[in-house]
C-alpha cells in the first residue's frame, strides 16, 4: 500500500470547501482538496445553483419586459416574439463550462487534488476509491447537498427532472411542467419556464408559497397565481406515467386530483452528501437529517474537523458558506469566533423578486418582542410609480425602545439588491434604524423606498 499524504490542511468539497482552502494556501500550508466531480469544480453555486439558474432567470426578466413593454408605451408585436429554448439553455451551459473549467486550472495550480469519491477509514485519514490515503491537521467538510427526492411510489419510473438536471440534461422546453415544492427553487423554476410560454403547475403542501415573512408569502402566492396554476395544501401520493405523459395523484381537502404533464421538476428540499463519508470513523456527529452537527465556532465533536456550508444545514447560501468557511478556517487556527447569522440576508430571484434579512414578524412574536412594523408600497413613492407601481412593498421590524433594526423585508423589483443598506446597518455598532433613516438617498431611486419606511418608524 502507498504511503499515507500528509497536509496541513485537507478541504472536502470543490465548492465551498475552496473558501477554506483558500485561506489556508494565502497563508503558506500545504492544501488537499477532495472532490467527486472534477468536471464540476465550483460546486452547486457553478455548476448546479447560484450562477446558472440566475442565467436562466435573466432569460426570464428580458421576456417580462418584452410582455409588458406596451404598459410604457412602447408597442411590439407580440406574437412575432420567438424563445430559442435551446439556445436559452446553451448560453447558460456554456457559461457554466467556462467557469468550471476555470475553477479546475484554479484548484490544480494552488492545491493538491484528489478527485473520487472520499470516506473516512479511521481518525483523520481518509480513503479515496483508487486506494490513496491522506491525513491532515485540520479538515474541512464542506461537502454540500443534493436534491431530496421523497418516497413517493412511480416516481423513479417517471422520468423526474431536480435543478441538476435542468441545467445539465433538459433538451425540449416542456409544453406543461409539474413542479413539486414551493420553496424558493420551486418558485424560481415557475418563474422561469412560465416567462418563457411553458404552463406550469406549482404543488405545495402550505397554504402559501415560501418561507418568508407572512406579509410576503402572501403578496407572493397571490401574483404568482396570476402566472401558473396552484395547488396548495395538497400532498404527493403517487407519480404515474400515461399516454406518453407523467403526472401526480394529489390529495387536497377537495378530494384526489391527478394532474398531468410532459414532465415533473423535484424542489422538495435538499439532503446532505454525508451519507457516502463515513463520518462514524472519526467521531463527527450527525442530526436526525444527516447534517454534520457543529457549535457556534463551526467545530464538529471532532477537535480537529470543522464543517461548513449545505452539510451543516443552517443557511443554505452560497454567501452564507463563505462567511462561514472562513470563521470556520480562522477558528482552526486559532481564532475564537462565533458564528451570527442576525443579519444574514436571503433573495427569491422570482418574480415578484424577494429580498430580506432578519426575523419576520411572526419570530419576533414568538419571541415576545416589543415591536413596530412599518410598510410602504412601491406605488407610494416617485421611482416607484416611475417603474409601474408594481405590486410590492418594504417592511420593517423595528424594536421599540431601542431603535434596534430586527428585520426587514422586501417583495417587488430589485429587492435583493435593495436590502443591502440594511443589511450594512444590522452590522453597524448599535444596528439602530437610524442608521438608514439619517443617509442621504438619490431622488428618484427605489432605494428611496427603503429611507420611506425607515422614517416611518421615526
Same mark, same amino acid.
Given at each position: 500500500?502507498?504511503?499515507?499524504?500528509?497536509?496541513?490542511?485537507?478541504?472536502?468539497?470543490?465548492?465551498?470547501?475552496?473558501?477554506?482552502?483558500?485561506?489556508?494556501?494565502?497563508?503558506?500550508? =500545504?492544501?488537499?482538496?477532495?472532490?467527486? +466531480?472534477?468536471?464540476?469544480?465550483?460546486?452547486?453555486?457553478?455548476?448546479?445553483?447560484?450562477?446558472?439558474?440566475?442565467?436562466?432567470?435573466?432569460?426570464?426578466?428580458?421576456?417580462?419586459?418584452?410582455?409588458?413593454?406596451?404598459?410604457?408605451?412602447?408597442?411590439?408585436?407580440?406574437? =412575432?416574439? #420567438?424563445?430559442?429554448?435551446?439556445?436559452?439553455?446553451?448560453?447558460?451551459?456554456?457559461? +457554466?463550462?467556462?467557469?468550471?473549467?476555470?475553477? +479546475?486550472?484554479?484548484?490544480?495550480?494552488?492545491?493538491?487534488?484528489?478527485?473520487?469519491?472520499?470516506?473516512?477509514?479511521?481518525?483523520?485519514?481518509?480513503?479515496?476509491?483508487?486506494?490513496?490515503?491522506?491525513?491532515?491537521?485540520?479538515?474541512?467538510?464542506?461537502?454540500?447537498?443534493?436534491?431530496?427526492?421523497?418516497?413517493?411510489?412511480?416516481?423513479?419510473?417517471?422520468?423526474?427532472?431536480?435543478?441538476?438536471?435542468?441545467?445539465?440534461?433538459?433538451?425540449?422546453?416542456?409544453?406543461?411542467?409539474?413542479?413539486?415544492?414551493?420553496?424558493?427553487?420551486?418558485?424560481?423554476?415557475? /418563474?422561469?419556464?412560465?416567462?418563457?410560454?411553458? +404552463?406550469?403547475?406549482?404543488?405545495? /403542501?402550505?397554504?402559501?408559497?415560501?418561507?418568508?415573512?407572512?406579509?410576503?408569502?402572501?403578496?407572493?402566492?397571490?401574483?404568482?397565481?396570476?402566472?401558473?396554476?396552484?395547488?396548495?395544501?395538497?400532498?404527493?401520493?403517487?407519480?404515474?406515467?400515461?399516454?406518453?405523459?407523467?403526472?401526480?395523484?394529489?390529495?387536497?381537502?377537495?378530494?384526489?386530483?391527478?394532474?398531468?404533464?410532459?414532465?415533473?421538476?423535484?424542489?422538495?428540499?435538499?439532503?446532505?452528501?454525508?451519507?457516502?463519508?463515513?463520518?462514524?470513523?472519526?467521531?463527527?456527529?450527525?442530526?436526525?437529517?444527516?447534517?454534520?452537527?457543529?457549535?457556534?465556532?463551526?467545530?464538529?465533536?471532532?477537535?480537529?474537523?470543522?464543517?461548513?456550508?449545505?452539510?451543516? &444545514?443552517?443557511?443554505?447560501?452560497?454567501?452564507?458558506?463563505?462567511?462561514? &468557511?472562513?470563521?470556520?478556517?480562522?477558528?482552526? /487556527?486559532?481564532?475564537?469566533?462565533?458564528?451570527?447569522?442576525?443579519?444574514?440576508?436571503?433573495?427569491?430571484?422570482?418574480?415578484?423578486?424577494?429580498?430580506?434579512?432578519?426575523?419576520?414578524?411572526?419570530?419576533? #412574536?414568538?419571541?415576545?418582542?416589543?415591536?413596530?412594523?412599518?410598510?410602504?408600497?412601491?406605488?407610494?413613492?416617485?421611482?416607484?410609480?416611475?417603474?409601474?407601481?408594481?405590486?410590492?412593498?418594504?417592511?420593517?421590524?423595528?424594536?421599540?425602545?431601542?431603535?434596534?433594526?430586527?428585520?426587514? /423585508?422586501?417583495?417587488?423589483?430589485?429587492?435583493?439588491?435593495?436590502?443591502?443598506?440594511?443589511?450594512?446597518?444590522?452590522?453597524?455598532?448599535?444596528?439602530?434604524?437610524?442608521?438608514?433613516?439619517?443617509?442621504?438617498?438619490?431622488?428618484?431611486?427605489?432605494?428611496?423606498?427603503?429611507?420611506?419606511?425607515?422614517?416611518?418608524?421615526?
Amino acid at each position: 500500500m502507498a504511503a499515507i499524504e500528509r497536509y496541513d490542511v485537507i478541504c472536502i468539497g470543490g465548492g465551498s470547501g475552496l473558501t477554506a482552502a483558500y485561506y489556508a494556501q494565502q497563508d503558506g500550508k =500545504s492544501v488537499a482538496l477532495v472532490d467527486d +466531480r472534477p468536471d464540476q469544480l465550483g460546486g452547486t453555486c457553478v455548476n448546479r445553483g447560484c450562477i446558472p439558474t440566475k442565467g436562466l432567470i435573466q432569460a426570464a426578466e428580458v421576456m417580462q419586459t418584452i410582455r409588458h413593454a406596451g404598459d410604457f408605451g412602447i408597442h411590439l408585436d407580440q406574437s =412575432s416574439v #420567438r424563445v430559442d429554448f435551446q439556445a436559452v439553455l446553451e448560453t447558460v451551459r456554456r457559461r +457554466r463550462e467556462n467557469d468550471a473549467a476555470a475553477v +479546475r486550472r484554479w484548484v490544480e495550480g494552488a492545491f493538491t487534488p484528489f478527485y473520487g469519491q472520499a470516506r473516512f477509514v479511521d481518525d483523520k485519514l481518509i480513503e479515496m476509491e483508487d486506494g490513496r490515503q491522506l491525513t491532515g491537521e485540520r479538515i474541512f467538510i464542506a461537502a454540500g447537498a443534493r436534491p431530496a427526492i421523497p418516497p413517493i411510489p412511480g416516481l423513479a419510473e417517471s422520468g423526474f427532472l431536480t435543478n441538476e438536471s435542468v441545467i445539465f440534461d433538459l433538451t425540449e422546453q416542456p409544453e406543461h411542467l409539474i413542479i413539486l415544492g414551493g420553496g424558493y427553487i420551486g418558485c424560481e423554476f415557475a /418563474h422561469f419556464f412560465s416567462s418563457l410560454g411553458t +404552463r406550469v403547475t406549482v404543488i405545495d /403542501h402550505s397554504e402559501c408559497l415560501l418561507a418568508e415573512d407572512d406579509d410576503v408569502r402572501a403578496l407572493f402566492t397571490q401574483e404568482l397565481a396570476k402566472r401558473v396554476e396552484l395547488v396548495l395544501q395538497a400532498e404527493a401520493r403517487q407519480a404515474l406515467v400515461r399516454d406518453g405523459q407523467c403526472g401526480l395523484v394529489v390529495t387536497t381537502d377537495d378530494g384526489e386530483r391527478t394532474m398531468l404533464g410532459d414532465q415533473i421538476l423535484l424542489a422538495t428540499g435538499r439532503r446532505p452528501n454525508t451519507d457516502r463519508l463515513a463520518l462514524e470513523q472519526t467521531g463527527v456527529e450527525l442530526d436526525g437529517r444527516g447534517f454534520v452537527v457543529v457549535d457556534d465556532e463551526l467545530r464538529t465533536t471532532h477537535p480537529d474537523i470543522y464543517a461548513y456550508g449545505d452539510v451543516i &444545514g443552517q443557511g443554505m447560501f452560497k454567501h452564507t458558506s463563505s462567511y462561514e &468557511g472562513e470563521l470556520a478556517y480562522r477558528n482552526a /487556527h486559532g481564532a475564537s469566533l462565533a458564528v451570527d447569522y442576525t443579519a444574514n440576508p436571503h433573495a427569491v430571484f422570482s418574480n415578484p423578486q424577494i429580498g430580506s434579512v432578519g426575523l419576520t414578524e411572526r419570530a419576533c #412574536r414568538d419571541q415576545g418582542l416589543d415591536y413596530t412594523v412599518a410598510r410602504k408600497n412601491y406605488a407610494d413613492f416617485a421611482k416607484g410609480k416611475i417603474v409601474g407601481s408594481p405590486p410590492g412593498f418594504a417592511k420593517l421590524l423595528v424594536e421599540k425602545g431601542s431603535d434596534r433594526i430586527l428585520g426587514f /423585508h422586501m417583495i417587488g423589483p430589485q429587492a435583493a439588491d435593495l436590502i443591502h443598506e440594511v443589511v450594512v446597518a444590522m452590522n453597524t455598532a448599535g444596528a439602530t434604524a437610524a442608521r438608514v433613516r439619517d443617509s442621504i438617498h438619490v431622488h428618484p431611486t427605489l432605494a428611496e423606498l427603503v429611507k420611506q419606511v425607515f422614517d416611518a418608524t421615526a
